[in-house]
T-cell receptor
Framework: KQEVTQIPAALSVPEGENLVLNCSFTDSAIYNLQWFRQDPGKGLTSLLLIQSSQREQTSGRLNASLDKSSGRSTLYIAASQPGDSATYLCAVRRGHQAGTALIFGKGTTLSVSS | EAQVTQNPRYLITVTGKKLTVTCSQNMNHEYMSWYRQDPGLGLRQIYYSMNVEVTDKGDVPEGYKVSRKEKRNFPLILESPSPNQTSLYFC???????????FGPGTRLTVT
């Protein structure tokens, strides 16, 4: 059974710091991995999608890497800002079979202070 | 604007009173799904739909029904809600099932 773990559960940093959020999964047979951001009382916003054949994806100050063989992904946030404060979720898709659900981690809640 | 919308956003109801949460997307996506989010349990898939008239159970389907009569709409139906269905519900869509998922703003449901 696929399990997704995110460590740490919470993280506080001062503005301007570079930081790394970690995501690990138990079954390396994934189709892709997606990082989301969730703001309090709001829905999930997709940040990056990495296919299983890719090593990393970049969008602005965000860089996500994937090491499928070791079951790990990291989300790197450069020059953090107070507006980055949110809960970050990673989710893996188990396989390419029709309808396979995203399996989510429980998230890392990030607080960036000014 | 490309988006997934849900209504209502907040709902308080009583045990046994049938309710429907609507979900609509304007991106011509084939795949739609419903998730619930609970503290300590994270997000779990309830039902999904590969296309019009094609629906199937996710990981936690008990107590829920869905329908997909039109491509853009995917309502979630609770025929007889119970307190253990108190949760935050999200609808999601994507072009195909393996593509990037887009989520709605969520519906917070309380069943007393």
């Amino acid at each position: 059974k696929q399990e997704v773990t995110q460590i740490p559960a919470a993280l506080s940093v001062p503005e301007g710091e570079n930081l790394v959020l970690n995501c690990s999964f138990t079954d390396s047979a994934i189709y892709n991995l997606q990082w989301f951001r969730q703001d309090p009382g709001k829905g999930l916003t997709s940040l990056l999608l990495i296919q299983s054949s890719q090593r990393e994806q970049t969008s602005g100050r965000l860089n996500a890497s994937l090491d499928k063989s070791s079951g790990r992904s990291t989300l790197y946030i450069a020059a953090s800002q107070p507006g980055d404060s949110a809960t970050y979720l990673c989710a893996v898709r188990r396989g390419h079979q029709a309808g396979t659900a995203l399996i989510f981690g429980k998230g890392t809640t990030l607080s960036v202070s000014s | 604007e490309a988006q997934v919308t849900q209504n209502p956003r907040y709902l308080i109801t009583v045990t046994g009173k049938k309710l429907t949460v609507t979900c609509s997307q304007n991106m011509n996506h084939e795949y739609m799904s419903w998730y619930r989010q609970d503290p300590g349990l994270g997000l779990r898939q309830i039902y999904y739909s590969m296309n019009v008239e094609v629906t199937d159970k996710g990981d936690v389907p008990e107590g829920y029904k869905v329908s997909r009569k039109e491509k853009r709409n995917f309502p979630l139906i609770l025929e007889s809600p119970s307190p253990n269905q108190t949760s935050l519900y999200f609808c999601a869509s994507s072009l195909l099932s393996v593509d990037e998922q887009y989520f709605g703003p969520g519906t917070r449901l309380t069943v007393t």
